[in-house]
């Protein structure tokens, strides 16, 4: 179970080469896929901002036809099925894959195509985030696109990019739209920014999640055993405003400094929805269960905590609140009192 998942960034290696090769893209810094799988996890464990996002630019550049896309899509419902993953909300900004002539329908239909190609084959069920860029000026036309697409497959909206200098507000014409539509969306706030980011989205955009929100810790004082919550982090649990994060990939961009140091370990406890994500599988050399045993290792944390986390994200799911309880109850819980009863050390 899994809300944060990008698309572009959780290609397999042997797929990129393979696709740079049909398409004649001859950028990769290598055409060996365990040298690439090294170089991706380098480039994004740099430290530079410049090394990680030039990562992007090699998975969106080989991304750019319908077998490409459907493909990727295809192999990712595979990768996560293969994890144990039983349902996972995936995104992608169609915006970015329209360099070779594609529409952007063209592109919305070829990974609904791969996801339902995976579900057929491997049961897993995804559901689809349509992300604009918020450096640029599309949203309102992609946030068109989901609410077009929305029985499709497509299950919501989210805006990613550099959060400095590019605050929600400027998309706030296509939350507005969306709100009008009974649309669900997440934003990217509180990752590379601080809490101004995270209250734009959810107090001026009215966003259903915060992806990452761990800034959120800006506005609780700690104080030995006790904490105490400023107004917008009251607000934020109060409400019960999932929080997306993706603890690997936090730690590669400085929005935390170590497994130990991250704030899920105040926020768990502190009881706000929390869920755990994968964020960009490639870049960070991860899959869900990897978080979790870092999770496990970091706070000692057991079978009943990883059932929090995962029953979190099932509740914050933009699938219809009673597929949310049939995955609940007939999947998930069953699934972990299996675990539970096994005796097993969580993720051994
Ligand atoms: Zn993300």
Known sequence: MLLHDHLDGGVRPATVVDLARDAGYGALPSTDPENLRAWFEEASNSGSLERYLETFS?????????EALTRVAYECGEDLAADGVVYAEVRYAPEQHLSAGLTLEQVVEAVLDGFAKARRDFGIRVGTLVTAMRHQARSMEIAELAVRYRDLGVVGFDIAG???????????DAFEYLQRENAHFTIHAGEGFGLPSIWQAIQWCGADRLGHGVRIIDDIEVDGDE????????????????????????????????????????????????????????????SLSRE?????????????DLQWFTVNAMKSA???????????????????????????????
């Open 58 to 66: 090699h998975t969106v550049g080989v991304m750019q036809s319908v």
């Open 227 to 286: 904490a105490r919550l400023g107004r917008l982090a009251g607000y934020v649990r109060d409400k019960r405003i999932p929080l997306e994060m993706c603890p690997t990939s936090n730690i590669q961009t400085g929005a935390a400094k170590s497994i130990e140091e991250h704030p899920i370990g105040l926020l768990r406890r502190l009881s706000f929805r929390v869920t755990v994500n994968t964020d960009n599988r490639l870049m960070s050399g991860t």
């Open 292 to 304: 979790f045993a870092k999770l496990r290792d970091a706070f000692g944390y057991g079978w009943d």
């Open 318 to 348: 933009f699938v219809p609140f009673n597929e949310r309880l049939e995955l609940i109850n007939g999947v998930i819980k069953p699934g972990f009192a299996q675990l539970k009863w096994s005796g097993a050390r969580p993720l051994a």
């Open 162 to 172: 550099a959060e400095a200098g590019y605050p929600p507000t400027r998309h706030l």
